[in-house]
């Protein structure tokens, strides 16, 4: 049966940022398929708020509180996670920060803020969880691009440098690691009704422009970028490494 093909029962899928917003609706979806989920965050107040929620509902959830620039925090939980015998065959990606500025104005403490939580991130994570992958001969990564890592907007070059990065750094993921079993893929929102947005939301001449900008003539909600979350989480997506998959209303395919 082809509905097989997305069931997740088995696995166990660690999501980044995974508190609030797309990475909690992520987690929720990959839980509704069937897996046991690791929420990451670095709130942990919030983060056991949102486990307890989603057990709540009868997912099989856990929780690894780090930051996810922090390496010897990364190093730790895997540990952790390891010692407790949690193998996990799925990693979403999905932790990364906002911050609007023009270049001229940008301090160079910033940039690397950014790069580091929305690029590096994604690395030193993606890595961790490969070197346990591979043995395993399996895995999945899905990393959370934007349409920025396509295209630029004004104001947030950071964020559009890492989530470029995090379109080819899913390609040389997919280049070392496709051997091994493991495939490496990404997944880039277009403009989604997020905390992280709420400022553009709440904008009138920002609103209109997305509106006007994206085919379907509307914002995106999280639950809709689930369905290719799964997708790329499950055996349905085994023979796809280095792929982008872009949920955004059609808005990077027109002009
Ligand atoms: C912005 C937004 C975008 C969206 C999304 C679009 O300031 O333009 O935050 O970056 O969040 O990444 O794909």
Redesign the pocket.
């Known amino acids: 049966m082809t509905t097989s093909l997305f069931d997740l029962s088995g696995q166990t899928a660690l999501v980044t940022g995974a508190s609030r917003g797309l990475g909690l609706a992520f987690a929720e979806g990959l839980a509704q398929a069937g897996a046991r989920i690791v929420l990451n965050g670095v709130n942990t107040e919030r983060l056991i708020k949102t486990a307890n929620a989603l057990r709540a509902k009868g997912y099989d959830v856990l929780t690894a509180a780090f930051d996810v620039t922090d390496e010897a925090a990364i190093k730790s939980a895997f540990e952790h996670l390891d010692a407790e015998g949690v193998e996990i065959s799925i990693l979403v990606n999905n932790a990364g920060i ?1 911050f ?1 500025k023009p270049m001229v104005e940008l301090e160079t403490a910033d940039w690397q803020r950014v790069i580091n939580a929305n690029l590096t991130s994604a690395f030193v994570v993606g890595r961790e969880a490969a070197r346990r992958m591979i043995p395993r001969g399996r895995g999945k990564v899905v990393n959370i ?4 890592s396509e295209l630029a ?1 004004a ?2 070059a950071p ?2 440098v890492a ?1 470029g990065g995090i379109k080819l750094l899913t390609k040389a993921m997919a280049a070392e690691w496709s051997e091994h079993g493991i495939q490496a893929n990404a997944i ?5 009704i ?1 905390d ?2 709420e400022a ?1 939301i709440n904008n009138p001449e920002f609103d209109a422009w997305v509106k006007g900008r994206t085919p379907m003539r509307r914002w995106g909600k999280p639950e809709e970028l689930v369905g290719t979350c799964v997708y790329l989480a499950s055996e349905a997506s085994n023979y796809v490494s280095g792929q982008i998959i872009y949920v ?1 209303g059609g808005m990077i395919s027109v002009l």
Do not use: A
């Open positions: 906002q609007r691009g934007s349409l920025t907007r104001t947030v964020y559009t989530k880039g929102p277009g403009y989604m997020t992280m947005n553009l955004d």
